[in-house]
């Protein structure tokens, strides 16, 4: 049986054991006698005739799922609500609008399983998953609020709650729900209201122009208290930090994310070269050592938001460091405190002042171990300061941002210690004074300041 045939036999159905409806206003109250379908219930509803013509016209006979064993929470819009939308869209009539895209717009205010209004006032706010489809092959969230009215994606109010049917619940709503953005959870969410006030600060809407459009992105969203707790102590550009929280082509959701560094949508003084930004995930997910998602996997349409709790600001290479498990040896051995040079101080400056940018060669924990290994000592601390310094400067270079791609065979890299050889045939490596081969594990992790590329062997001074 067709969905138009379905319709007429659940139209006689109800008219037959309804006992009353109200006829002349959108938000009256629907009673019907009996347990109805939610797709019954609709047709029952004399403000729900325009839902039922979107659902008989959509793609994938809505009317059959919604008529199925369920449960199901619809969002029913009004007539009044399609015919707004329709008009915000620029669409004559229903007919209009490509029936693949209506079936996705009416899925967005299905939510399986049975949600009450009084499930929702006692979470307060939150999300829901909805049928709709999202980035990332995952379903599209919807953002509520019960602060006031009972509020879907910052757009749509509950009028008439807890409409029961016999395979879920039904609640009337003022406005039909499109499909998200992410900019459009930034909006809907006011825990979030500090970043869209930043992102749209002096009429500027880059970001929120970009985070509308098709495509994949992944943002790490600072919470309004996270903005609260910002000092910007390195004066850096608030539209380059934001961007710093942005991952372009990619839809990152949380069980996506190891221990590795992401590129972001920053880049290093106006070049090409994209700023870096280092993801843990050993104890919940960490970004750049300092600042932790708080609420993960909120799917959009183009992309994915997860919320955290401190703003992420323009790295340096010293930051880099101390947020990278394969540096902890590195790190002590630069914070060593009989040392006669301070290198944390120096490898964090950005201006040029400071010998900024700087090009970090930097041994992970194993290099070390085999350096000790190599020197028959049983320690950092068994290392005379004037070797460990020597040491360290041969894995720095000032003034200057030297990528992977600018080395070649038979390169000398002036380091603060001597000069270094790189090759790049059969694997990028360099070699010291001392002819031992460092092989270059990861590179080009780009800071606000310079560049780390992590190396599998300490590079020692002429012996």
Do not use: W
């Amino acid at each position: 049986m067709n969905s138009f045939k379905t319709l007429k036999k659940f139209a006689a159905i109800i008219f037959l054991a309804a006992v009353g409806f109200s006829c002349n206003e959108d938000d009256e109250p629907v009673v019907i006698s009996g347990p109805q379908t939610i797709v019954e219930t609709a047709v029952a509803a004399p403000n729900l005739t325009s839902l039922v013509a979107a659902l008989q016209a959509a793609d994938g006979n809505l009317v059959g799922v919604l008529s199925g064993t369920g449960p199901f929470t619809v969002l029913a819009p009004t007539n009044t609500a399609f015919e707004a939308f329709l008009n915000a869209k620029g669409f004559a009539s229903l007919s209009d609008v490509p029936t693949d895209v209506l079936s996705q717009i009416l899925l967005n205010h299905v939510i399986s399983g049975t949600v009450n209004s009084t499930d929702l006032a006692s979470a307060g706010s939150g999300y829901a998953k909805t049928n709709a489809d999202g980035a990332g092959n995952q379903k599209v969230d919807i953002f509520f609020n019960t602060a006031s009215a009972v509020t879907f994606n910052g757009v749509s109010n509950v009028v008439t709650a807890d409409v029961a049917a016999s395979n879920g619940v039904v609640h009337i709503v003022d406005n039909v729900i499109d499909l998200p953005t992410i900019a459009t959870h930034a909006v809907a969410n006011p825990g979030l209201s500090s970043l869209v006030g930043a992102l749209t600060a002096g009429g500027n809407t880059t970001f929120t122009d970009l985070l509308s459009t098709p495509g994949n992105f992944t943002v790490f969203a600072p919470d309004n208290a996270a903005f609260a707790d910002f000092t910007n102590a390195n004066n850096n550009d608030l539209t380059s930090i934001l961007a710093n929280h942005v991952i372009v082509g990619a839809t990152a959701l949380s069980t996506d994310l190891s221990n590795t560094y992401v590129k972001t949508a920053a880049t290093f003084k106006g070049t090409d070269s994209a700023l870096s930004l280092y993801i843990n995930t050993d104890d919940g997910v960490t970004l750049n050592g300092m600042s932790d998602v708080v609420a993960a996997d909120i799917v959009a349409t183009n992309g994915v938001v997860h919320v955290v709790n401190k703003i992420i600001d323009l790295p340096t290479v010293v930051d880099f460091a101390l947020a990278d498990p394969n540096f902890q040896t590195l790190v002590s051995a630069l914070t060593r405190s009989d040392l006669t040079f301070d290198y944390v101080t120096t490898l964090s400056g950005q201006s040029e002042s400071s010998a900024a940018p700087f090009t970090v060669f930097a041994p992970i924990n194993a290099a070390f171990g085999d350096l000790l290994t190599e020197l028959g000592a049983g320690s950092l601390a068994d290392i005379d300061e004037p070797t460990l310094r020597a040491t360290l400067n041969q894995h720095a270079v000032a003034g200057a941002n030297v990528l992977s791609s600018a080395l070649t065979d038979g390169m000398t890299v002036t380091t603060l210690g001597g000069d270094i050889t790189a090759n790049v045939s059969g694997g990028a490596t360099l070699t010291d004074s001392n002819n031992r081969v460092s092989n270059i594990m990861a590179v080009d992790v780009q800071a606000v300041n310079g560049v780390i590329h992590a190396i599998d062997k300490v590079l020692l001074p002429t012996l």
